[in-house]
């Protein structure tokens, strides 16, 4: 009813508004009020068993599977510690290698996956550590794991994920922060910048919401579309693949996320005046790289729209609609370049007059192969 969404059109947006507050909570109690400390439980409990890790491979199913990939970047540059991310329904029919030496980490929102479910049970009876990151408390995935943590951002109504997936990726984040300072990987000024700036994102997910009515306006001019691409590198890559998915599951408009500089491999030919290409280029160590990625694809005619940090003075000559967000470290990006895709997707959706929470021929938990 009207009341549960607080106000809100749809549980979707209320899910996008609440971000910065489930953010908040998801680092509750996990990061010190002075912001020099990360502390998942979980990882302190079973210390030896992570620490003697010899590689993390990852399972997941959709948006839980692209936070997965962001997971992956975490852990590897904090932790060097190689990670493999697989779609959980690949990884049960494959006779993957695997044993004791191996923790896989599980994410699932529900909780209640089939897929990565039994992707678990398989890792479990092959001696594997499990390590669970869910939404859910109580449900089946918690109670397969050997330990795990919760994401605590409260019940996701919407069928397209939002919130869950910044909670995911926090998480991951406080797990390969707490992983490399026991295994002495990371540089403790890194460190002790990277957590004070965690503390940072809520207030700058506020800020980002306040260009829903910008976006909101624009995405008028995309109602009649029929395709997308969505393009980024390194952290905002996976950011891409999230941005198409959450086009594609509302609006049923067809998107492709891709690595940009894969582009010129094959789909750059799709490109042509009709093409609205969304680029994630905010200021970090690929930006030289996307900014040329941008130029290839106004040399087509391409239309794009450009996800850039705040006082970017060059995409705005370029591309066709900026869309500017408060500065932040490289390996915090995706939880603030995420929320202006979830709201472009949203008010697409709303345009066409789309049932966003509850879109065709899905289900919020996919609980049967
Ligand atoms: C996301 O918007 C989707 N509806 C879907 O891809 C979802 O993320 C996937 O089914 C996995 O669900 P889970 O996180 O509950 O396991």
């Known amino acids: 009813g009207q009341l549960e969404k607080g106000g809100y059109p749809h549980f979707m947006l209320k899910e996008i508004f609440e971000q910065p507050d489930c953010i908040h909570d998801c680092m509750r109690g996990r990061i010190n009020l002075e912001g020099t400390n990360v502390v998942l439980s979980a990882i302190i409990d079973y210390k030896e068993r992570l620490l003697a890790a010899k590689r993390f491979v990852i399972v997941a199913c959709g948006t839980s599977w692209h936070a997965a990939l962001i997971g992956k970047h975490l852990i590897e540059s904090f932790c060097r510690i190689p990670v493999e991310v697989e779609y959980a329904s690949e990884f049960r029919y494959r006779d993957p290698v695997i044993d004791s030496s191996d923790v896989v980490i599980a994410i699932s929102q529900s909780g209640e996956t089939a897929d990565t479910l039994a992707a678990i049970e398989l890792a479990k009876s092959r001696g594997a550590f499990i390590y669970g990151i869910c939404n859910a408390i109580g449900s089946s995935i918690p109670r397969a794991t050997n330990t795990g943590s919760y994401i605590h951002v409260g019940p996701e109504i919407g069928v397209a994920s939002t919130k869950a997936f910044t909670g995911q990726v926090t998480v991951l984040t406080m797990l390969a922060l707490t992983l490399a300072r026991e295994k002495r990987t990371i540089d403790e000024t890194q460190y002790l910048a990277i957590v004070r700036e965690l503390g940072q994102i809520p207030g700058k997910m506020k800020e980002v919401l306040k260009l829903n009515d910008r976006i909101a306006e624009l995405s008028k001019i995309f109602t009649y579309v029929h395709n997308f691409i969505y393009l980024g590198r390194g952290y905002s890559y996976p950011v891409a693949l999230e941005g198409a998915l959450k086009l594609k599951e509302i609006s049923y408009i067809h998107a492709e996320g891709y690595p940009a500089a ?32 941008i130029q290839e694809i106004k040399a087509r005619k391409g239309r794009v729209i450009a996800i850039v940090t705040k006082g970017d003075t060059v995409i705005g000559k370029i591309a066709d609609i900026c869309i500017e967000l408060p500065e932040t470290m490289e390996c915090l990006g995706p939880l603030i370049t995420t929320v202006p895709l979830q709201l472009l997707a949203y008010h697409i959706a709303v345009c066409k007059g789309m049932d966003v929470d509850r879109p065709r021929n899905l289900a919020k938990s996919v609980t049967v192969e």
């Open 262 to 293: 894969e582009m010129k491999h094959g789909p750059i030919a799709l490109i042509d005046a009709e093409m609205p290409v969304v680029v994630i280029a905010t200021q970090n160590g690929l930006y030289e790289k996307v900014l040329s990625n």
